[in-house]
Structures are given as C-alpha cells and as structure tokens.
C-alpha cells in the first residue's frame, strides 16, 4: 500500500506533512516527501487528503472477553460491583462464548485504531483462535487466582500457559505472546508468587500483574507482609526479575516508583477505568519523571464502558492536569507515546509502536476533515485534545487492513454479535433460574 501526500505523525512524535508512506508484506519500507520511483511496487495507492496517519494503538491492560459484560452492572462499589454482577456471570462463561466475545473484542478495538493488546483472561485455546482469525495481536496471558496453598505449579494456568507458549511463542509472525499472570497480591499468596516468578524466569516469559489499584489492597497488603506495600513485595518474591506489565499503579509511594524504575517494570495506567470504579488516579507525572516506562490500557469494558483509545488519550492528559493542577504536565506526545510506542515496547515487540521504515505497518488513518478538527495549529494538538475516536477510518496491523469505513473486511461483524447475544442470552437466564 502506498499513503500518498498524507500528514503523518513520526518517531519523534512530530507532525509532518505532505509524506509518502509505503508499506510491503508487513513492514513499513519507505517513508519521504517525494512520490517513490518504482510506486507501482507498492499496489494500492491511497489518497492521503485531509487525512492523519499515525501509528496504531497499542493497549496495555484488556480482559477482551469481559465486553460481553458491558453495561451490566454499574455505580456499584467495586466489592458489590464483583461479587454480585461479575464473577456469578464469569462464572457462567463457556470456551464458546469467550471465543465469541474475544472477536467481539476485536472488531471494537480493531475499530478504535487498536493493534496489539496485553489481556487477562483464562480459556487460552478460544482466545488465540479467535485472535488468530481477527488478526489482533496480543500478548495474552492466564490470570492466576489461588486461595488455597497451592504452587504456581499444581495450577491448570501452569501446565496451559506453558503448552501455549510453546504453540504460539516465536510462531505466526509473532502475533500471539504468551505470558504469565498473577491476578494480584490480595488474590493469591506468597509461595504462588514465587514460584510464577520462578517459572517466568526458567522459560524466559514475560510477566501481567495487578498492582495497587486501590487504597484498601496496599493497607491489607502491608498487613500481611510486614509493612510491605504491593510493589515492594512482589520485587522480593522475584515477580519483577522478567519484564513486567504492572496494571494500574495507582496508590504509589516514592519507594514504589524508585523499584518499578530499578525493576524497569511497565505501568499499565487505566484512567477510564479507575475513574469509573473511584480507584483514584495513576500518579502519571510522578512516574514519567523518574522515568518509568507508561503504557495505557482501557482494562475491560465491564469498567470502561468502551476500548476507544482516542478517548483515553484524553481522559489520560486532561485527568492529571486536573488533579496535580499542573497545566503543564501529561503533552499531547507523551499521551500519544504513552498508547502507542510504551505499549509496544512493554509487549517486548522492539519493531513496533511507531511509523519509521523497517517497523511493523500497525498503521491508523484518521479523517481530519471534520468540524471539531478545524482550524488546524498543530494536528497533535487536535489529535489529543479535539479528535473521536470515531475519526479513524483505517487500522493496518502488520500491513493488512484490517478495519475500514465501517467494515472489517476479514471478519463477519453480524454472526459475532448474534453470537454474543445469545451466549448473554442464555447466561441471564441460567442466573435468574439460579434465584
Ligand atoms: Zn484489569
């Protein structure tokens, strides 16, 4: 494909206009202002007028099958929120529907300009067929409960994390990552811990943890581990010695940032999502100071209500001005690194999260022509601050358009969401007939 005279955002994070972007197999191979000489190589051209390309989203924290749960329960609190709408209806949730509902998945976040995602969820098999047919990449990785004295060893997630890195590590281009995951400190226990982090190490797998989304887990925390709060005893027990993607990190102390940056640990930073469940606020500027790596993720829909990364970018930037009530904090090229290039590099995908020749062609196109996009000073500025997630017309992932102008030209959007409602269908009424 061959974008001709498109404004483009670089691996600066700079706007430049009137490029000519090719892309061949699945990688980007030209980048310059002039038409190149051999342009019939590229086959489709693409009219590039009134239109921003920028480099595709990276998410750093879903649970994708949880988007059969939105709207389901709302302004609840988050204990009352869990344990009477969620886990009765998890539980209820068979490998078909999560198969259903992870394409579901796909077709939204493919829609809002999403290429990769770092997810949690459990049913590893449906997951990476569905991902593998929606064409999404993902790191995927099999959340890990465990309330009794069990080792990360005696769980089922061992035994199907393993075989599934082995399936899917290294193979198909690299599109599915597999990973491993504590749920969270309050979730599991010490010998758990440990032993993941042993595991991690021994076959050298990347590691998806929650981390101190709410006031009331750092208290228990440092209850039962000796004053420890979440980040400091998860560093002891050798979580944090494989490459880590810390979600939320929102209720910090100085001592927690100074380990995530000595353990080179990703946040995750979920605005929407503690916003709606009133977990409080990632302290972003903190973190970006002592530069610590931040990534954005939409968590699930169940506490979002959408994956519209146009969104978060701007719930991420406004949301810390406001509560820091530093103007100056959070630019427009930090929110956009933040969703796009922090989260490649957290997904260990080194050829990826920005449009320079060589890298992957995860490529979006957004259409500029548009009301709440004029006058133009500065498109980043718009793209940020003005911009709907909506605008994106186009989403490329490893050079195939996956998504454009309301069609996703690889997947039947109308069996998903038939599929979808029934499998919501059904789990409603295996719950009312339970009452
Ligand atoms: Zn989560």
Redesign the pocket.
């Known amino acids: 494909m061959l974008f001709q005279d498109i404004t483009y955002i670089n691996d600066s994070f700079q706007v430049v206009e009137h490029a000519f972007i090719g892309t061949e197999g699945d990688r980007i191979t030209y980048i310059g202002t002039q038409m190149p000489e051999d342009a019939a190589r590229y086959g489709r051209a693409y009219c590039g007028k009134d239109k921003l390309l920028l480099p595709g989203f990276y998410n750093a924290?879903s649970?994708i099958p949880m988007g059969l749960l939105r709207g389901y329960g709302e302004n609840l609190s988050l204990h009352d929120w869990l344990h009477t709408r969620i886990f009765p209806f998890e539980a209820r949730m068979r490998p078909e529907d999560i198969y259903w509902a992870t394409l579901a998945g796909a077709l939204e976040m493919l829609r809002y300009g999403i290429v990769s995602t770092t997810d949690?969820y459990s049913m590893g098999d449906a997951m990476t067929d569905a991902f593998l047919e929606s064409g999404l990449k993902a790191n995927l990785s099999l959340g890990t409960t465990c309330f009794d004295d069990r080792t990360y060893r005696d769980m089922p997630q061992y035994r199907d994390s393993l075989r599934l890195a082995e399936a899917f590590n290294g193979k198909h281009n690299g599109q599915i990552t597999i990973e491993l995951s504590l749920h969270a400190e309050y979730t599991t226990h010490e010998a758990l811990v440990r032993t993941m982090a042993e595991v991690a190490k021994e076959h050298a797998l990347r590691m998806h943890v929650?981390v101190s989304e709410t006031a009331e887990e750092v208290a228990g925390c440092k209850e039962r581990h000796n004053g420890l709060s979440p980040v400091a005893y998860l560093a002891a027990c050798g979580l944090f010695d494989t490459p880590t993607t810390a979600?939320h990190c929102v209720h910090l102390s100085d001592a927690d940032i100074a380990l995530l940056k000595q353990y080179d640990v990703t946040v995750a930073s979920c605005p929407k999502s503690n916003l709606k469940l009133a977990s409080g606020v990632c302290p972003a500027g903190r973190l970006l100071q002592a530069g610590v790596r931040v990534a954005l993720g939409t968590?699930?829909v169940a506490s979002n209500n959408n994956l519209n990364m146009t969104e978060e970018m701007r719930f991420f930037a406004l949301l810390h001005k406001g509560m820091t009530g530093d103007p100056t904090l959070i630019t427009p090229a930090q929110a956009l690194a933040a969703a796009t290039l922090h989260g490649a590099q957290a997904q260990g995908r080194t050829d990826c999260g920005s449009v320079a020749v060589g890298n992957r062609a995860d490529l979006v196109v957004m259409d500029t022509h548009k009301a709440h996009m004029q006058p133009v000073h500065n498109l980043l500025n718009n793209l940020v601050y003005s911009a709907d997630g909506a605008d994106i017309i186009l989403t490329m992932v490893d050079g195939e358009v996956r998504y454009e102008d309301g069609c996703w030209p690889h997947m039947d959007a109308e069996t998903i969401w038939q599929k979808t409602e029934a499998a919501r269908t059904r789990i409603l009424q295996e719950l009312a007939a339970r009452q």
């Open positions: 924290h649970h949690m929650h979600a968590d699930s």
